[in-house]
């Protein structure tokens, strides 16, 4: 058995980064789908067939295995096959593994054949995201995903994002040009998102939403009203131009940076191109991709 679970485990991954370097964006949802239902349909069949084999071999070994005078039932009953005197369940047992055995033979010329087809199999360039996409152990034996190939593209981008050794926003921050200090985006993307849910901003609302005193933004809003990006009126933050103009370049930034982790997928599709630009506004809106309030500002 533990060379079978080291065979599936290794093997369980490699058709997804096949399927997923291969295909075009517009097709990824479709192919990722495809993969995990001919996955489980395989199991099923898979299940059946070897099922058959082995509940036909089973019956006639145990009845060659079970010594006289054993009660045939107690061949099918744990607690009682352990009860008897070990001459008796040791035949027993062997008739179980002899049908076991039977089963992994009957399965062999399958792995044969897919062996056989695998050395025919157009060797392509791996892409790293499908790469790390397929590595999610849970994700190989999940059920059929979305046919969506933007949500296929969103957890790719997810995991990227996930499996960065630092965080990426001092580095996005200084190779846009974007005047903000890490501090001063985060706060900008909270009064966006407040602006777009109520209208304007306060700093107590956040305070609320992110358990950390309204005094600690205090200073990094002064510093956004200073630089023209923001207004406050009774509390009330709003965008200026020039901050709107700040934010959209703040959300052009992490869809530079997005491009470049995505660059394997080396597509000029006009659907990609969307995809990432809703992708990277939703990334940055979020607060996501820059940390929260405690870790940003304080």
């Known amino acids: 058995m533990l060379v ?40 099923s069949f898979g299940v059946a067939v070897f099922g058959t084999v082995y509940a036909g071999n089973l019956p006639g070994n145990l009845a060659a295995a079970i010594p006289p005078g054993v ?28 049908t076991l055995q039977v089963v992994f033979l009957a399965a062999a010329p399958v792995a044969a054949v897919a062996f056989l087809v695998a050395l025919f199999l157009k060797e392509v360039p791996l892409r790293d995201t499908a790469r790390a996409a397929a590595t999610e152990v849970g994700d190989n ?4 995903h979305s046919s969506d190939s ?10 990227i994002y996930s499996r960065e050794r630092r965080d990426p926003t001092p580095e996005v921050l200084s190779g846009s040009g974007v005047p903000l200090t ?25 305070a609320e939403a992110t358990k950390v005193p309204a005094g600690v933004f205090e200073p990094v809003a002064r510093q956004l009203q200073t630089r023209g990006y923001v207004t406050e009126s009774d509390g009330r933050y709003r965008f200026t131009p020039q ?13 530079r940076w997005l491009l470049v982790k995505l660059t394997d997928w080396n597509c000029d599709d006009l659907e990609f191109t969307d995809a990432v630009d809703r992708v990277a506004t939703e990334l940055t809106t979020s607060g996501r991709a820059l940390g929260t309030g405690r870790h940003a500002v304080v």
Not at 150 to 159: G, Q, S, T, W
Not at 243 to 255: C, E, K, S, Y
């Open 4 to 43: 079978l679970g080291l065979g599936v485990g290794m093997c369980m991954p490699v058709a997804m980064v096949v399927v997923q370097s291969t295909t075009s964006y517009e097709d990824l949802g479709v192919a990722t789908s495809g993969v995990s239902f001919l996955r489980t349909l395989g199991s």
């Open 71 to 98: 009660d045939p039932a107690a061949a099918s009953d744990v607690r009682a096959l352990h009860a008897l005197p070990d001459q008796l369940k040791a035949p027993i047992i062997a008739a179980y593994a002899d």
């Open 141 to 144: 034996f999940a059920a059929p």
């Open 150 to 159: 933007e949500h296929e593209l969103e957890k790719l981008v997810a995991l």
């Open 182 to 206: 890490h501090a001063q985006a985060w706060l900008v993307v909270k009064v966006f998102r407040q602006s777009v849910d109520h209208g304007h901003a306060t700093l107590e609302r956040l």
């Open 243 to 255: 901050g709107t103009d700040v934010f959209t370049d703040l959300v052009a930034a992490w869809r």
